[in-house]
């Protein structure tokens, strides 16, 4: 009775709790979809370093291969030790 709220305040605020409940659902969806984007970066980054770990293998084997045939001079063999590094770094 002191207030006197008329019919527009309620419009007014019926309008608010509208457009709160659709902020509130927009961040919730938004949240799930980040949620999802997080756990695919995680596989897809362990994905990345287990080749990464099989490629470094592979280039080390060739490293030997190369030194117990005398080849280290072929660029093959130049590119095999310079980019165990870079691998080496990424697994």
């Known amino acids: 009775d002191t207030l006197k709220l008329t019919e ?3 419009q007014y605020y019926d309008h608010f709790w509208f457009l ?3 902020a509130a659902a927009i961040f ?3 949240d799930s979809t980040a949620n999802e984007n997080t ?3 995680a596989e897809a980054s362990r994905v990345a370093q287990d080749s990464s770990r099989y490629l470094l293998l592979q280039v080390r084997r060739y ?3 190369c030194k117990l045939n005398g080849l280290e001079s072929t ?3 130049q590119w095999s030790n310079y980019s165990q590094w ?3 770094s990424l697994a």
């Open 8 to 10: 527009r305040f309620r």
């Open 20 to 22: 709160t409940a659709l």
């Open 28 to 30: 919730f969806v938004t």
């Open 39 to 41: 756990k695919r970066l």
């Open 63 to 65: 490293q030997d291969y």
């Open 75 to 77: 660029k093959s063999c």
């Open 86 to 88: 870079l691998i080496g």
